[in-house]
């Protein structure tokens, strides 16, 4: 069995009444691509934010890479190796693509308010090599032509690009997209599909969330599915596909 | 640093240099009291600069900027005046101005931190009233800024012997008082926007427009926002405490009624007309708001006798009204500013 990167152990969150996920327990193995799967509604992103630390669970936690994650955290989560991408993309949407990116190397770098002040070598070696990286990662998700565009001028799929390239700037070793492919044409999605499939063969864990279950089923190397914020299953798609809870879930039947 | 030394941009500084060092002489044939209009514009470019960091980089929008002005100034004042027998020297003074202003910063940051906005706008605007009346009122039980009356004969600058105060002779030419503290505040202010100009375009830099930005998009790229807001405030309100230190010195007195809100209000219209989170537009702006109501004060009733033979309005207040429409008027047709950044006007332009 592969090493464990993520467990989840009965993480709980309501808002309200509403139980928006009901102790739901899933594991990430390492260098896997990991889908997470449901109707709208079922709780998905909601579990992206109490991993991520933007929500506090009402119950349960993490454990990442050996050691607890701590909750309300965002930029710790940052920090420890988890970065993510919004389902409703989330740039800096009047910064240079090349300056979202920049933004994301804050995590692996140190320069403070004196640095930046004196302009010491060390703090100009720092800021050469974040620009050469963000443009290397540019380059990764091929809208390296845009670089000097701002963010909001880029196009939906080139947006979707960016956050990703944002989000590998931060040296993740748990990278979580939260529905991609939403509104990309096939010729885009199969793109995409290529660009996780090599960021995970270059050693990244992918979690993803997404609506398009073809893309999930053929991407994947185990899928989760939730359905009313609690855990249906937890396997290979194969297995995942004809199980007749999940069918029940997508048709209602 | 390569693209300094091409021809063009060297005649283009040495032009600014000539510039700046015939400015307070040309100013002078108006009377002293032009130089002084022009030491106060430069002044206002360390507020504005400082509130840019806030409003322009970070995004934070703060009307009580004038409070850490004034917790410079009162530094200064109680540090080198007979009020408390003090008389520090200014290089001891100006850090301690700019820590303790810094420290107001953060006191202020620190309960704001989850307001943004209108909410974050109030809150500041009542702690820089907060600080205004302080100062008007901490006169009793013990009397430390001697109240609405102000602290009076304040120390000028000095350097050893050499006092900024008072007309002297350097080199053969004869300089002013006020013709001094501007080769003075011309130095500290190519300080100032070079230190602005440095943390724009640094890891911080980026991390306080990420803010502004998406708050939440920032977090999850890792950056700790409640330091980075932190720091946003700790070094506006330094720049502001070093701004009030010399303000505080150059009049040699200081008093409460020079802190209320419209000074506030002052500062973040030149922010904003001059180009928000433009460097070179902040100081266009800080020049502009400074002068122009100079200019009206003194060309608007000669220019009513002059068109209609005699006074119609107390040019007092069609100065007023005249700056007022001007500011309407530059919002209705430039609303990202004078001297917007390139970015910033294709944002409000729109183009793809």
């Known amino acids: 069995m592969a090493d464990i990167l993520l467990e989840a152990r009965a993480v709980a969150k309501h808002f309200g009444g509403v139980k928006a996920l009901r102790e739901v327990s899933l594991t990430i193995r390492q260098g896997e691509i990991y889908g997470l799967i449901g109707p709208n509604g079922a709780g998905k992103t909601t579990f992206f934010n109490c991993m991520t630390g933007l929500y506090v669970p009402d119950g349960g936690g993490f454990t990442f890479a050996g050691a607890p994650l701590l909750a309300a955290a965002p930029h710790k989560a940052a920090e420890r190796g988890i970065a993510r991408t919004f389902q409703n993309i989330r740039l800096f949407a009047n910064m240079t693509a090349l300056e979202n990116v920049m933004v994301g190397r804050h995590v692996r770098t140190r320069a403070g308010v004196f640095g930046a002040m004196l302009m010491?070598?060390?703090?100009?070696?720092?800021?050469?090599?974040?620009?050469?990286?963000?443009?290397?990662?540019?380059?990764?998700?091929?809208?390296?032509?845009?670089?000097?565009?701002?963010?909001?001028?880029?196009?939906?799929?080139?947006?979707?690009?960016?956050?990703i390239a944002r989000a590998l700037a931060t040296e993740p070793s748990l990278l979580?997209?939260?529905?991609?492919?939403?509104?990309?044409?096939?010729?885009?999605?199969?793109?995409?599909?290529?660009?996780?499939d090599g960021i995970r063969r270059d050693g990244t864990t992918v979690l993803l969330i997404e609506h398009d279950v073809k893309l999930v089923m053929g991407l994947c190397d185990r899928v989760a599915v939730l359905d009313y914020g609690a855990l249906v299953i937890e396997d290979a798609p194969a297995v995942v596909q004809k199980d007749p809870r999940v069918i029940e879930a997508y048709l209602g039947a | 640093m390569s693209k300094w030394l091409n021809p063009r941009s060297a005649t283009g500084i040495l032009?600014?240099?000539?510039?700046?060092?015939?400015?307070?002489?040309?100013?002078?044939?108006?009377g002293q009291a032009w130089v002084r209009i022009v030491n106060f514009a430069i002044l206002y470019i360390f507020l504005a600069l400082g509130l840019n960091i806030v409003v322009g980089f970070a995004g934070l929008l703060d009307l009580g900027y004038i409070a850490f002005y004034a917790v410079g100034a009162y530094t200064w004042a109680l540090l080198?005046?007979?009020?408390?027998?003090?008389?520090?020297?200014?290089?001891?003074?100006?850090?301690?101005?700019?820590?303790?202003?810094?420290?107001?910063?953060?006191?202020?940051?620190?309960?704001?931190?989850?307001?943004?906005?209108?909410?974050?706008?109030?809150?500041?605007l009542g702690f820089g009233e907060i600080v205004r009346i302080f100062l008007n009122n901490l006169n009793a039980p013990i009397n430390v800024t001697n109240g609405p009356q102000g602290i009076t004969l304040i120390d000028p600058v000095a350097i050893g012997d050499f006092r900024f105060s008072g007309a002297s002779e350097i080199l053969g030419v004869s300089l002013s008082g006020p013709q001094k503290y501007y080769f003075l505040l011309v130095a500290l202010a190519i300080f100032v926007i070079i230190i602005n100009l440095r943390l724009q375009h640094s890891r911080i830099g980026r991390a306080w427009q990420a803010i502004r930005e998406d708050e939440i998009a920032a977090k999850a790229v890792g950056i700790n926002t409640r330091n980075i807001k932190l720091l946003a405030f700790a070094m506006?309100?330094?720049?502001?405490?070093?701004?009030?230190?010399?303000?505080?010195?150059?009049?040699?007195?200081?008093?409460?009624?020079?802190?209320?809100?419209?000074?506030?209000?002052?500062?973040?219209?030149?922010?904003?007309l001059g180009g928000m989170g433009h460097i070179p537009g902040v100081i266009l702006g800080a020049v502009l708001l400074?002068?122009?109501?100079?200019?009206?004060?003194?060309?608007?009733?000669?220019?009513?006798?002059?068109?209609?033979?005699?006074?119609?309005?107390?040019?007092?207040?069609?100065?007023?009204?005249?700056?007022?429409?001007?500011?309407?008027?530059?919002?209705?047709?430039?609303?990202?500013?004078?001297?917007?950044?390139?970015?910033?006007?294709?944002?409000?332009?729109?183009?793809?």
């Open chain 2, 290 to 352: 400074t002068v122009l109501p100079e200019v009206l004060r003194y060309g608007v009733g000669p220019l009513q006798v002059a068109v209609f033979g005699r006074m119609l309005i107390d040019p007092e207040s069609l100065r007023m009204l005249i700056f007022g429409l001007a500011l309407v008027l530059v919002m209705r047709f430039k609303p990202a500013g004078l001297w917007p950044s390139p970015e910033r006007k294709r944002e409000l332009q729109g183009d793809a």
């Open chain 2, 80 to 124: 080198a005046s007979p009020h408390f027998g003090l008389h520090w020297p200014f290089w001891a003074i100006l850090p301690i101005g700019a820590v303790i202003a810094c420290f107001f910063g953060v006191l202020l940051g620190s309960p704001t931190l989850k307001l943004r906005g209108d909410y974050l706008a109030i809150v500041t």
């Open chain 1, 120 to 163: 010491n070598a060390a703090t100009r070696d720092e800021e050469a090599a974040i620009r050469q990286r963000a443009i290397e990662l540019l380059h990764y998700v091929a809208i390296a032509d845009r670089a000097g565009d701002l963010a909001k001028n880029l196009s939906y799929g080139d947006q979707r690009r960016l956050e």
């Open chain 2, 236 to 272: 506006g309100a330094s720049f502001g405490g070093i701004a009030g230190g010399i303000f505080s010195a150059m009049q040699g007195f200081v008093s409460p009624e020079s802190f209320s809100l419209i000074e506030s209000i002052m500062i973040l219209a030149m922010v904003v």
């Open chain 1, 176 to 196: 979580c997209l939260d529905e991609p492919a939403a509104g990309m044409n096939a010729t885009e999605t199969a793109e995409l599909r290529s660009l996780i």
């Open chain 2, 15 to 30: 032009l600014i240099a000539v510039a700046l060092i015939a400015l307070p002489f040309v100013a002078a044939l108006g």
